[in-house]
């Protein structure tokens, strides 16, 4: 038995040929926890290099008359309860990215900010998490379509009217981590596909104040150079920021969203605030 010091939850631990027992609709099932190790061998070049691996796995038994409802129901139930137990067991983390390690660094997310907590209108607040409810359980309903499921949020006002506070909001409600993009850290259209790409399912892209993070030339506009880029690289884009935004790169990956704030609406391309990339747009302004 562990507990993780960052973690509420208890770990129980098997020992090597412990079983448990489950039933489903009457029938006893047998779980037997297994574990060794194989050493590998690799051949890479003229080297053989040496390595031993860990491996661990449940093996399954049952009577065999009860073979088809075991493979056809009882393991998609399997399936189903490892996922509410993980979900209820996720830990939110933030993440950013670093110019010095090219990659996204993360921590643990504690904030207090909830739905229930926020100085919202009850009419606007039921619509936000209406919305949300309603994208999370249409993953047929997208993929029939032909869309990659993803949806925008477009959150406007004065500064101080808790656009970042409902960020936090619909991450708790969800248990999404959320990826904290600076462009003005990005050098270029190709870099910001890498670090999409890296990006886990079920998790919230921020974009904080995209009015001024960086200065986005148009489509119609020549490039030039992105603000921080180095000399001679190639500058991050509007039509590419759209791209992996609302076109083919925006389907690598399920269950995104995509989230930009701004003060200052009028001063963006009215590409971004398209349905398609921004599919919601949310005013909070001042009480």
Known sequence: MTRDPNNKNVNLHLSQGEVVSDVYKGIEL???????????????????????????????SFDKKHK????????AYVERKAKVIKEE????????????????QSVKFEHPSTFHTMAMTPKLKSSVMEDLD???????????????????????????????????????YLKFDIYDLQLANVQGDAQLR??????????????????????LPTRLQPATTTLGAPKGSTPLTLSGLLNCIDGLWSSC???????????????????????????????????
């Not at 067991?89 to 996204?104: G, P, V």
């Not at 249409?138 to 499921?149: P, S």
């Not at 890498?194 to 200065?215: G, K, P, Q, R, Y």
Request: net charge positive; aromatic share 12%.
């Open 134 to 172: 309603r994208f999370i359980k249409r993953k047929d309903y997208y993929k029939r379509v032909g869309k990659a499921w993803k949806r925008g949020y477009f959150l406007y006002g004065p500064p101080g009217t808790g656009k970042s506070s409902l960020v936090t909001a619909m991450a708790n």
């Open 89 to 104: 067991r996720r830990i939110i983390k933030m993440h950013s990215y670093s110019s010095y390690t090219l990659r996204w």
């Open 68 to 75: 088809d409802l075991v493979v056809k129901s009882y393991i």
């Open 253 to 287: 990956g399920d269950e995104r969203i995509v989230i930009f704030t701004t003060n200052n609406k009028e001063v963006l391309d009215p590409a971004l605030l398209r349905p398609g990339c921004m599919d919601m747009h949310i005013y909070l302004g001042h009480f």
């Open 30 to 60: 047998k779980w037997r926890y297994l574990e060794g190790r194989n050493k590998t061998t690799t051949v890479v070049g003229e080297e053989t290099e040496e390595a031993i691996v860990n491996w661990q796995c449940f093996e399954l």
């Open 194 to 215: 890498s670090l999409l790409l890296a990006t886990n399912n079920s998790s919230i892209l921020l974009v904080e104040d995209i009015d001024c993070s960086v200065d």
